[in-house]
């Protein structure tokens, strides 16, 4: 299925989402050929029970370096007018342009670089994690999650990871699976193989990549100052309703700090997204661009995004709002064009005014900044001993993942059951949600969604809109 840009705004336009090619909303051929490929995949599923691939990390590396030698409370401001932003843009230019005596190399210090002690103080500012940065303030060690990672029980190797458990971890935080796997499906142009590959490439990505610890650390686990400047904050929803991010380019300044630490942000808030919109299909992105530089976006990190956009995280966006009045722009994106597939293409929106973004985001859940009503809460909650206790709970953890385990066997059989009977029914009987078949389907997929629910309490840290109370019982957002 390809996407055009004249129904995307006529979405917007009309105020009515298409649902086409969505669960609930299949063809009768959409629904054989999800049939299919849920065929092949248990078949691949079968295969790769007892496989494991070896744990790259790129995006686990932290920054080691000793700040013992700092004072706890010493700050890096020159004065009192200078704020958190203002921080990092000086450590920046310390530390990457002419005339400092700190030369990077791929964003890289030399082992043989001494740093002043004004350099040091800007380096644990931009570098420190969110833990890091607890416990200095604390003055001691917080037990803000367990200091030992375990993948889980049936597979606790951290060397290398389970494909079978991969794939329904990933899967299993929707509220059907169905929810996930059809993204291929549609960014495949409903080719059934394509869509089986582009899954197993992306099961064996997230393993490679540890996304399940990258999970379990949360925004515990990643550099305080990304936060702290609030560059990506979940803000409210656009006209369709759906999820709406809000994104400060002029407050990305990935070359302050090592090109994996900002990687491991942006792969961090595409999960958080992911884990507390169970039910929501998509969500809008506006990228504000007011008061930007060249700087702000080097084309390495931009490529970055749009290969997550394209393969990890594909078909999870409604929307890409651009809003952007400078010629600066036009230079790096006819350098980024030719990498986007059509669909992501089609959902990339230029706005070089306000008045156009309205044309997708009503004034009250437009920023305050932009001119309108939301007043969100732009501030970062730092986490507390208290969320994450279920996490120190080994015996707790043991029995959620065996329900899991035993819930994800029902859902086999009963998606088994279906294949066979989707493939010998008329298409009358294809799509009706009372075949019997399909209703027991959908029943084992809710009590597996909610194994998995019960399950991330003991597997993940809870995160900001956590925090902020904007995530129900039911691991769904709670926006107005």
Not at 35 to 43: F, G, S, V, Y
Not at 306 to 315: H, N, T
Not at 441 to 458: H, I, Q, S, T, Y
């Given at each position: 299925?390809?996407?055009?840009?004249?129904?995307?705004?006529?979405?917007?336009?009309?105020?009515?989402?298409?649902?086409?090619?969505?669960?609930?909303?299949?063809?009768?051929?959409?629904?054989?050929?999800?049939?299919?490929?849920?065929?092949?995949?248990?078949?691949?599923?079968?295969?790769?029970?007892?496989?494991?691939?070896?744990?790259?990390?790129?995006?686990?590396?932290?920054?080691?370096?000793?700040?013992?030698?700092?004072?706890?409370?010493?700050?890096?401001?020159?004065?009192?007018?200078?704020?958190?932003?203002?921080?990092?843009?000086?450590?920046?230019?310390?530390?990457?342009?002419?005339?400092?005596?700190?030369?990077?190399?791929?964003?890289?210090?030399?082992?043989?670089?001494?740093?002043?002690?004004?350099?040091?103080?800007?380096?644990?500012?931009?570098?420190?994690?969110?833990?890091?940065?607890?416990?200095?303030?604390?003055?001691?060690?917080?037990?803000?999650?367990?200091?030992?990672?375990?993948?889980?029980?049936?597979?606790?190797?951290?060397?290398?990871?389970?494909?079978?458990?991969?794939?329904?971890?990933?899967?299993?935080?929707?509220?059907?699976?169905?929810?996930?796997?059809?993204?291929?499906?549609?960014?495949?142009?409903?080719?059934?193989?394509?869509?089986?590959?582009?899954?197993?490439?992306?099961?064996?990505?997230?393993?490679?990549?540890?996304?399940?610890?990258?999970?379990?650390?949360?925004?515990?686990?990643?550099?305080?100052?990304?936060?702290?400047?609030?560059?990506?904050?979940?803000?409210?929803?656009?006209?369709?309703?759906?999820?709406?991010?809000?994104?400060?380019?002029?407050?990305?300044?990935?070359?302050?700090?090592?090109?994996?630490?900002?990687?491991?942000?942006?792969?961090?808030?595409?999960?958080?997204?992911?884990?507390?919109?169970?039910?929501?299909?998509?969500?809008?992105?506006l990228y504000d661009f007011t008061g930007f530089s060249m700087d702000n976006t080097p084309l390495a990190m931009i490529l970055f995004m749009v290969e997550l956009g394209m393969k990890p995280y594909a078909e999870s966006t409604?929307?890409?709002?651009?809003?952007?009045?400078?010629?600066?722009?036009?230079?790096?994106?006819?350098?980024?064009?030719?990498?986007?597939?059509?669909?992501?293409?089609?959902?990339?929106?230029?706005?070089?005014?306000?008045?156009?973004?309205?044309?997708?985001?009503?004034?009250?859940?437009?920023?305050?900044?932009?001119?309108?009503?939301?007043?969100?809460?732009?501030?970062?909650?730092?986490?507390?001993?208290?969320?994450?206790?279920?996490?120190?709970?080994?015996?707790?953890?043991?029995?959620?993942?065996?329900?899991?385990?035993?819930?994800?066997?029902?859902?086999?059989?009963?998606?088994?059951?279906?294949?066979?009977?989707?493939?010998?029914?008329?298409?009358?009987?294809?799509?009706?949600?009372?075949?019997?078949?399909?209703?027991?389907?959908?029943?084992?997929?809710?009590?597996?969604?909610?194994?998995?629910?019960?399950?991330?309490?003991?597997?993940?840290?809870?995160?900001?809109?956590?925090?902020?109370?904007?995530?129900?019982?039911?691991?769904?957002?709670?926006?107005?």
């Amino acid at each position: 299925m390809v996407i055009s840009q004249a129904s995307v705004l006529n979405e917007y336009a009309t105020r009515t989402p298409s649902y086409d090619g969505c669960p609930g909303h299949f063809t009768a051929e959409e629904q054989r050929k999800m049939a299919k490929l849920w065929a092949l995949l248990l078949d691949y599923l079968n295969e790769v029970k007892d496989k494991t691939v070896k744990v790259k990390g790129e995006h686990l590396h932290k920054i080691s370096r000793d700040w013992s030698m700092l004072k706890p409370d010493e700050s890096p401001a020159l004065d009192e007018k200078e704020d958190d932003e203002m921080v990092t843009r000086r450590a920046w230019e310390q530390f990457t342009k002419g005339g400092s005596s700190i030369k990077r190399l791929g964003g890289l210090f030399s082992k043989k670089q001494q740093l002043t002690h004004e350099q040091q103080v800007l380096d644990r500012h931009v570098n420190e994690t969110t833990w890091q940065y607890v416990d200095r303030i604390s003055g001691r060690h917080v037990a803000l999650m367990p200091d030992e990672f375990v993948p889980s029980y049936a597979h606790p190797a951290k060397e290398t990871r389970n494909l079978w458990d991969t794939f329904w971890q990933t899967v299993t935080i929707k509220e059907h699976p169905d929810f996930w796997v059809y993204r291929y499906m549609i960014s495949s142009g409903w080719n059934v193989d394509k869509a089986l590959a582009d899954i197993k490439s992306v099961i064996e990505w997230r393993a490679s990549e540890a996304l399940d610890q990258i999970n379990y650390e949360g925004d515990v686990g990643i550099g305080y100052d990304e936060l702290r400047l609030g560059m990506s904050r979940l803000i409210g929803r656009d006209r369709l309703g759906l999820p709406l991010t809000y994104v400060r380019i002029r407050r990305i300044m990935p070359r302050a700090t090592e090109s994996h630490v900002f990687k491991r942000y942006l792969v961090t808030d595409f999960e958080m997204t992911q884990n507390v919109t169970r039910t929501d299909i998509r969500s809008t992105i506006l990228y504000d661009f007011t008061g930007f530089s060249m700087d702000n976006t080097p084309l390495a990190m931009i490529l970055f995004m749009v290969e997550l956009g394209m393969k990890p995280y594909a078909e999870s966006t409604s929307v890409l709002i651009m809003l952007v009045d400078s010629w600066l722009f036009s230079n790096l994106w006819s350098l980024v064009r030719p990498f986007l597939d059509v669909n992501l293409g089609a959902r990339i929106i230029f706005a070089k005014t306000v008045d156009e973004v309205r044309k997708f985001i009503d004034d009250d859940q437009l920023p305050v900044e932009l001119g309108g009503s939301n007043t969100f809460a732009a501030d970062y909650v730092l986490p507390t001993e208290e969320e994450n206790k279920k996490m120190f709970d080994v015996d707790g953890r043991r029995a959620a993942e065996d329900m899991w385990r035993k819930r994800i066997a029902e859902f086999e059989v009963a998606t088994k059951e279906w294949t066979v009977a989707i493939a010998a029914a008329g298409d009358s009987k294809v799509l009706d949600a009372e075949l019997p078949s399909t209703a027991r389907r959908d029943a084992a997929a809710g009590e597996l969604g909610r194994a998995e629910l019960a399950l991330n309490k003991f597997t993940r840290t809870r995160n900001i809109l956590e925090r902020r109370g904007m995530v129900g019982e039911d691991g769904n957002l709670v926006l107005p």
